[in-house]
T-cell receptor, first 114, second 113 residues
Framework: DGGITQSPKYLFRKEGQNVTLSCEQN?????MYWYRQDPGQGLRLIYY???????QKGDIAEGYSVSREKKESFPLTVTSAQKNPTAFYLC?????????????FGQGTRLTVV | QKEVEQNSGPLSVPEGAIASLNCTYS??????FFWYRQYSGKSPELIMFIYSNGDKEDGRFTAQLNKASQYVSLLIRDSQPSDSATYLCAVNTGGTSYGKLTFGQGTILTVHP
């Protein structure tokens, strides 16, 4: 079955530690996205990538980094510079070049600072 | 002004009633509009998308778009307790060639028996 897989489902980070969230898709989608969701809030865009080896900052990129070495993979690193990383992180993908730009989401990673 | 704003909730309706969810957006160049449903602790799932002015119906759901007023709504007819969730309005702000979405803050809907 095609879809987006995020791992881990739950992640705990110590103060000052970098952590990496995994996102893999087998939908053959060109574009991938990382969103952050805080309780009672909508989704805010962190980073997005339209093609391999290229990505752009979203609205809240500070304290985060990404890479796009393969079409299928778009990992997100939450660095120690991100002072309030506790949130629900969602990875999504879309098929570019079409009139339908539905975003498909992974099941999310819930990150907690301990 | 927020780019995408949804009517404040939470919204509570009795089972069988019509639930009306509203969303306004600021970018007049926006081309496509989406409604997602999100159950607590889960990822969003697409309910409807709409590109053209007017109404679009799919089962119990109707999306309405008015680009002149920069307004999009979602009507849920014959509301069921299983419709209780957070509804997210999303707007494509990246043109039609890729899917960069801006989301509203969400409206919590509760359908009570």
């Amino acid at each position: 079955d095609g879809g987006i897989t995020q791992s881990p489902k739950y992640l705990f980070r110590k103060e000052g530690q970098n952590v990496t969230l995994s996102c893999e898709q087998n939908l053959n989608h060109d574009a991938m996205y990382w969103y952050r969701q805080d309780p009672g809030q909508g989704l805010r865009l962190i980073y997005y990538s339209q093609i391999v080896n290229d990505f752009q900052k979203g609205d809240i990129a500070e304290g985060y980094s990404v890479s796009r070495e393969k079409k299928e993979s778009f990992p997100l690193t939450v660095t120690s510079a991100q002072k309030n990383p506790t949130a629900f992180y969602l990875c999504a993908s879309t098929l570019t070049g079409t009139g339908t730009t539905e975003a498909f989401f992974g099941q999310g990673t819930r990150l907690t600072v301990v | 002004q927020k780019e995408v704003e949804q009517n404040s909730g939470p919204l509570s309706v009795p089972e069988g009633a019509i639930a009306s969810l509203n969303c306004t957006y600021s970018d007049r160049g926006s081309q496509s509009f989406f409604w997602y449903r999100q159950y607590s602790g889960k990822s969003p799932e697409l309910i409807m998308f709409i590109y053209s002015n007017g109404d679009k119906e799919d089962g119990r759901f109707t999306a309405q778009l008015n680009k002149a007023s920069q307004y999009v709504s979602l009507l849920i007819r014959d509301s069921q307790p299983s419709d209780s969730a957070t509804y997210l309005c999303a707007v494509n702000t990246g043109g039609t060639s890729y899917g960069k979405l801006t989301f509203g803050q969400g409206t919590i809907l509760t359908v009570h028996p």
